[in-house]
């Protein structure tokens, strides 16, 4: 696809349940990044794929989120046993570069919200 | 620790007017400054950026200007359109991959 595409667009989740967000990014970027926007807030860095291989999660609050990327294209980012303060839109982004910097920056899709209730 | 401080937090500005908007860092590992502009639904869209080697780039009607000793840089809409109204995102990056936000600024532009 022309952009970087996220599934699902909304998602309500009980307290407690587990969720999977998905995310196809721009074919061939190298890279993918997954941020975490608040409501009212700017995003804030999750995790950073190169192809598979997970080189930074130093953003995951906790145990619970967990993000992979097994064959260096679809990403899912899951998050186990949900809170309310998990809720907020979930931003994946790709580049082209390996490092996201310059020229290329990244291209980010429109988000999941999620919303635990 | 709010790496990347932002303000306004909200604008509102004539059409035909000039739309600012500040931030300031602390990092000085930071080498890449963009801006970005984010409709609601929407994820944010790159508008703008600049090295810390250049203290002005102007693409349109859209003007980073950077002090690299104040640690300061900002945005400039000319001729602000009400097609400009959006939240407005700051960012930095040190070398390498992860982006820092600033908190945002909600710009209206009243027609």
């Known amino acids: 696809g022309a952009g970087v595409s996220q599934s699902p667009r909304y998602k309500v989740a009980k307290r407690g349940q587990d969720v999977a967000l998905r995310c196809d990014p721009i074919?061939?970027?190298?890279?993918l990044f997954w941020y975490q926007q608040a409501l009212g807030q700017g995003p804030e860095f999750l995790t950073y794929f190169q192809n598979e291989a997970q080189l930074d999660k130093s953003g995951l609050p906790s145990d619970r989120f967990f993000a992979e990327r097994p064959e260096g294209s679809v990403s899912t980012l899951k998050i186990q046993r949900t809170q309310q303060e998990d809720s907020a839109v979930y931003l994946c982004?790709?580049?082209?570069?390996?490092?996201?910097?310059?020229?290329?920056?990244?291209?980010f899709g429109s988000g999941t919200r999620l919303t635990v209730v | 620790q709010q790496q990347v401080k932002q303000s306004p937090q909200s604008l509102i500005v004539q059409k035909g007017g000039i739309s600012i908007i500040n931030c300031a860092y602390e990092?000085?590992?930071?080498?890449?400054f963009p801006w970005y502009q984010q409709f609601p639904g929407k994820g944010p869209a790159l508008l703008i950026a600049i090295r810390p080697d250049v203290s002005e780039k102007k693409e349109g009607r859209f003007t980073i200007s950077f002090n690299k000793s104040a640690k300061q840089f900002s945005l400039h809409i000319m001729d602000s359109q009400p097609g400009d109204s959006a939240t407005y995102f700051c960012?930095?990056?040190?070398?390498?991959?992860?982006?820092?936000f600033g908190a945002g600024t909600i710009l209206r532009v009243k027609s």
């Open positions: 982004a790709s580049s082209l570069a390996p490092s996201a910097g310059g020229s290329f920056g990244y291209t």
């Open positions: 990092n000085t590992a930071f080498d890449y």
């Open positions: 074919s061939g970027h190298v890279s």
């Open positions: 960012a930095a990056m040190e070398y390498g991959n992860k982006l820092v």
